[in-house]
C-alpha cells in the first residue's frame, strides 16, 4: 500500500508542464489568479468568520460532532482550514500547491469521508465565501467575478480530491487482489505420512519463503515421510522460485522427508532448462498420478525389513 | 515510538559461551518478535562469530541490543575481540575461503542470513562484526 | 550440563542429546560414540538432535566426521529430529548431511536401518 508521502512525491515529480495542463483545462488564466490574489490581504479578515460557520454546520451533524469530538482535533482542523484558505487566496498554484492538495484528499480519504461530504461541505464553504464577498468587496459584479474565479480553483481541487479518493480505492482493491492470490497453502495428507501441496498462483519470494516454513512445520506436525508438491496451478517459476522449491526441498530432507515435484507444464519445464535448473535436482515426476507411484515406493522401501 | 534499545552484554572466553551468546541472541530476537525461523538465523549467526573469538582471539563479547526505527524492531548484535585481526577481510568473506578445510570463519554464511552485516579489523587490533536481523 | 546418554539396542547405539552443546561436547559425544562402534558390532548409529535449537557450521561438520567416520567401520549414521527452522538455516547456510541419513524420528531412524539390514542380507 503506497503511503500518503509517496502518494506525495508521486505527485511533486508531476512536471511543470502537467502542471500548466491542469490549470488551462481548467481554464483557470493569469486574470484569475490576479484577481484572487487581490483579495489576500482581506481575505485574512474574513476566513476566521467563514471556517466557524463551516464548522458550526458540520457539527450539527452527529457523525462529524462524533470525528471532532476533541477540542484540540477540533482547533487543529480549524488552523488547517485558515492555511488552505490563506493557500487559496495566494496566487501561487504550484507543483506544491497541487501536492497539498492530494496530501489533503488522501487524509479525507483515510478518514472515510466520502466524496458526497467532502462536496457538500466544499459548497456549504463556497457560499459562505460568497456572501462575504458580496459584503466585503467593492461592487456585486466585482465580487461575482472574483468568486467565479475562486470556483474554478475549488473545481480543480475537488477533482484533485476524487482522483486521490480512486487511486486511494485502486490501492485497495490491488491489496486485495494480491491477498487473495497469497491465500496460504492447504497441505493434504494423503495418507499416513504421505503430503499432498497443490501450489497455486504466484510465488514471489516472501510467499516461497512462508510456504517453505509451513510445509517444513506440517512435516513435523503430520509425521510426513513424502512430500508430494504439485505445481500445475503456478504460472511461472523463475529462477527465484526454483531455488525456493529446491532449498525446501533440502530442508525436507534434512527433517527426514522426501519430496516429489509434479505438475511441471511443458513451458515451465522449458523455462527451468534455460536458466540452468538441473530437473533432476528437483525430483520430477510429470503427472500427480506418477508422483503418487514414486511416492508410494518410497515409503515401502523404508517399510521393508 | 519510543526509543526501545535494551542491550545484553555477554563475555566470549570459552566454548560454552558460545551456547550462552546465541541463546540469549535467541532469546531478545523471541521478545522484540522476529518469527521462529528468523530467531534460529540470529542464533546461528551469533555462533558462528562468537566460536570465531573463542578459536582466534581468545576472548571478546557479545553485545546484543533490542533495536527500533520507525515502524520495526530488530535485534543487533555486535561481536568484538582484540585478537590479532583479519589480515584479508575480502578473503575471509568469500564463500571459496572455508573450503574443505576447518579454518572457515563462517563470515559468508553469516552474512547471508542476517539483515546487516558489517565487519572492521585491523590486522593485531582485533575484529568487530555487526549484524541486524528485523522482525 | 546433563551428559548425553547413549543406549546399545540391538547392534544400534543411540544418542539423545539432551539441551545445547558446547563445540568441546560434540566433539566428545563424537569422540565417544566412534569408540563404541569400533569395539562392539555395531551397524548403526542415530543421534537425536531434536533438542538443539541451533546446528551451525561446527556442529554440521562434527556430526558429519562422525557418520563418515562410522561408516568407515561399516556403520551407518542417521540424525534424527532436525527441527524446521533449524533445517531451514541449515539450507540457507549451505549446511548439509551428506555422509549422514536423516529421519523424522527415533522410529523411523530404526526402520531406516532396519531396511538397510535388510537389503544388505538379502
Redesign the interface.
Known sequence: MLTAQQLNSDFESKTEGEIKKLLSWSAIEDADVERIASIASVSEDFSDAVIQKFYDHILSFEEAADMFASESTLERVKRGQKEYFRQLTAGVYDQKYFAERKRIGQIHETAGIGPALYIGAYAFYLNQVGLELLERVGSPEEAFRLHLSLLKLAHLDMALALQTYVEARETTIEAQQREMSELPTPVLQVKAGLLLVPVVGTLDSHRARSLTIALLESIQSMRARVLVLDITGVSAVDSMVANHLLQTMTAARLMGAHSIITGISPTVAEALVKIGVDATSLNTFGDLERGFEEAERIMSAHREE | MADLRSSLRVTIARDADVVAARQRGRAVAAEVGLSRPDQALLATAISELARNVVNYAGRGEALIEAVSQVGRRGVLVTVSDNGPGIDNIEAALSDGFSTGGSLGLGLPGARRIVDEFDIESKPGEGVRVRILKWA | ?PETPILAHSGVLIASIQS?????EILSLRSQLLARISHKSVRGVVIDVSAL??????AT?TLNELASGARLRGAQTVV?G????????????????RDAE????LD??L??L??AA?RRDG
Open positions: 550440563m545445547a552443546l558446547s563445540d568441546s535449537d541451533v546446528l551451525d557450521s561446527f561438520r534424527v532436525i527441527q524446521p527452522d533449524v533445517a531451514l538455516s541449515m539450507v540457507l547456510l549451505g549446511l548439509t548431511l536423516t529421519a523424522l524420528d523411523a531412524a526402520g531406516l532396519e531396511s535388510g
